[in-house]
């Protein structure tokens, strides 16, 4: 079963702009994760945003969450060539102690 | 310090055929996963232990068995692979299982069962 989508499902942009990726989920949440894949490579946590949190940063990361629209957005400011990847959310569902992934946004970063 | 390393990275097997794929990781973690990714799916939970000498299963454990011998190890066994099983198998660990702490993956293992 899949807690999470991801949307677009594929986003392509200049390098230089910024990328807004979202994340919807179904049922109420401990916290949510954000990960980044690049190809042929496992997966790499960039931040989880805590249920009672709105709004974090790292670096030139900004994640949103809203728990009323069960929604989270993950934007990349300044996006580089290196930033060409696919990135996933994962929710901890209350009571399962799972990480539970969405299918990912693969972004594409045009020189 | 390698983090998390999963052996062997590409494997093809005809049907039928057994094979176990180990995950080593050297952070001391108590937590370590097994996940299949497919084209569309994301990644999907097989098993998943909590310590060493214990196990459980995940979303997906059908096929496939598990084995938490030493801390750091986590073996995961096909008995008897099916085409359905072609797939690219990631392994994870973690400090906690609660979520609050990141998983640390390793690069994969691509396995293809004709």
């Known amino acids: 079963s899949q807690q999470g989508e991801e949307d677009p499902q594929a986003l392509s942009i200049q390098e230089g702009e910024n990328a807004t990726m979202n994340c919807s989920y179904k049922?109420?949440?401990?916290?949510l994760q954000w990960y980044r894949q690049n190809s042929g490579r496992g997966l790499v946590h960039l931040i989880l945003?805590?249920?009672?949190?709105r709004e974090k940063h790292s670096g030139r990361l900004r994640v949103t969450l809203d728990t009323s629209k069960k929604s989270s957005s993950l934007l990349i400011t300044a996006s580089r060539a290196a930033d060409t990847a696919s990135y996933f959310c994962?929710?901890?569902?209350?009571?399962?102690?799972?990480?539970?992934f969405g299918q990912g946004t693969r972004l594409t970063i045009n020189p | 310090n390698a983090g998390v390393t999963q052996t062997p990275k590409f494997r093809v097997l005809k049907t039928g055929q057994s094979m176990t794929l180990l995950c080593a990781q050297d952070?001391?973690?108590?937590?370590m996963y097994w996940y299949r990714q497919d084209p569309g799916m994301g990644l999907r939970l097989i098993h998943y232990?909590?310590?060493?000498?214990?196990?459980a299963k995940g979303e997906v454990p059908d096929g496939y068995n598990v084995s938490r011998l030493k801390k750091q190890n986590f073996l995961l066994g096909l008995e008897s692979a099916a085409p359905s099983q072609t797939s690219v198998y990631f392994c994870?660990?973690?400090?906690?299982?609660?979520?609050?702490?990141?998983?640390?993956f390793g690069d994969g293992t691509r396995l293809s069962i004709l």
């Open positions: 994870a660990s973690s400090y906690r299982q609660e979520g609050n702490q990141p998983q640390h």
């Open positions: 049922t109420s949440i401990n916290n």
């Open positions: 945003i805590r249920s009672n949190e």
């Open positions: 994962a929710t901890v569902i209350q009571g399962a102690q799972k990480l539970v």
């Open positions: 952070m001391n973690h108590e937590y």
């Open positions: 232990s909590v310590g060493e000498g214990t196990t």
